[in-house]
């Protein structure tokens, strides 16, 4: 019984935003000064588990938890936990988390326990002095440990590094031999003007195209069809022998193969990043004991997924295309 939307598209893949809360604040993602939910409106862990294990009995087969940082949110590993007996059912597929790695050492070998064998990190750069600045809070040394530790406890890593004009993009070369010295992935992706942050969004904004016709000046560069289940397009990079990914919302348009949607810590179900368009699952859910409720309201919803997204870097306006911060729903 899959959930079919209106374009044909099969949602097969749940993104929970278990926390709107972070360690750091990265200044593409939150202003240093963020005003985060109040703790009462959180759902609890066991309504997470509950809504999550509704969405995998309606055909949702890989789970991403991701937030604000997933790993700050308290006892987040008895969610993980729980989550993990639709994996030996065989019900879902894939659980697995997206974190910038400040708490990895502390629970990657209980994730891989758990059955999580992927997980990406995000990192934006390899210098301490620049990952200090870019994340505010952030220490790089602690989120090498976690990536060693990730991979110690034999999970597959990929790095994610969002591309920001004169940030990072000479480093760009520098972190691929890295990470493929290492048998992990990378993929790149472009800031998506989500919320208001404190910098000015086109003065950070790089087009891929441009990153990646500098990138083959020095390697070889061969488009291939893998794929992750995610929007980026992959090419092999024959120097380091390694893949190497592009996610590019703002140059291509990724929205006829979106299978996804994303439910944040409150309860609200986004069925586009790109878009406002929102359900409420809170109220069904608390209204009654059974789980009915619930399952028309994500029928409802799903029946209103859109088209695509209408992403604009505006430098006129200035204003960001949607007015939640990434940390809500987790990217
Ligand atoms: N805190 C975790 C992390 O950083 O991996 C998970 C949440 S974070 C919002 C998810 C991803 O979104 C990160 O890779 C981050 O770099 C990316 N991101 C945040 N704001 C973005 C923006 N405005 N445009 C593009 N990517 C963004
Ligand atoms: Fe936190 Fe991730 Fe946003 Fe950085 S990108 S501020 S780590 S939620």
Redesign the pocket.
């Known amino acids: 019984m899959d959930m079919i939307d209106p374009f044909g598209r099969s949602i097969s893949y749940l993104r929970v935003s278990v926390t709107d809360r ?1 360690d ?1 604040r ?1 200044t ?2 939150m202003a240093e000064d963020m005003a985060f939910l109040p703790k009462k409106d959180l759902l609890s862990l066991e309504e997470l588990d509950r809504i999550c294990t509704v969405f995998i009995e309606k055909g949702v087969k890989k789970l991403r938890l ?5 790993l700050v949110r308290k006892n987040i590993m008895h969610l993980v936990r729980q989550l993990s007996r639709h994996l030996a059912s065989g019900a879902l597929e894939e659980l697995t988390l ?3 790695g400040s708490q990895l050492a502390r629970f990657a070998s209980e994730l891989a326990d758990c059955g999580v064998r992927r997980i ?3 990192l ?1 750069t390899l210098d301490p002095d620049k990952f200090h600045a870019i994340t505010r809070w952030g220490n790089l040394a602690k989120v090498m440990e976690g990536i060693n530790a990730a991979r110690a406890a034999g999970l597959h890593v990929k790095l ?1 590094a ?1 591309a920001l004009k004169d940030f990072n993009d000479h480093e760009i070369p520098e972190m691929l031999r890295w990470a493929h010295g290492r048998g992990m992935d990378l993929t790149v ?7 208001e942050i404190d910098a000015d969004r086109t003065d950070q904004y790089l087009p891929l195209s441009l990153l990646r016709a500098n990138l083959e000046r020095q390697f070889t560069l061969t488009d291939i069809p893998y794929k992750t289940g995610g929007p980026a397009r992959y090419v092999q990079v024959a120097e380091t022998g390694g893949r190497l990914g592009f996610i590019t919302p703002m140059t291509h348009n990724f929205c006829e193969s979106c299978n996804r949607v994303r439910l944040t810590c409150t309860g609200t179900l986004y069925m586009c990043l790109g878009q406002d368009d929102d359900a409420d699952l809170r109220a069904p859910l608390r209204a009654s004991e059974g789980n009915e409720l619930l399952s028309n309201a994500i029928d409802e919803a799903i029946g209103r997924k859109p088209k695509g997204h209408d992403f604009v870097i505006d430098r006129r306006t200035k204003r960001p295309a949607v007015a939640r ?3 809500v729903t ?2």
């Open positions: 972070c750091f990265c593409y993602c991701t937030g604000g940082e997933p997206t974190t910038n990406n990190v995000s934006d994610n969002v992706i472009e800031t998506m003007p989500m919320g911060h990434m940390s987790g990217g």
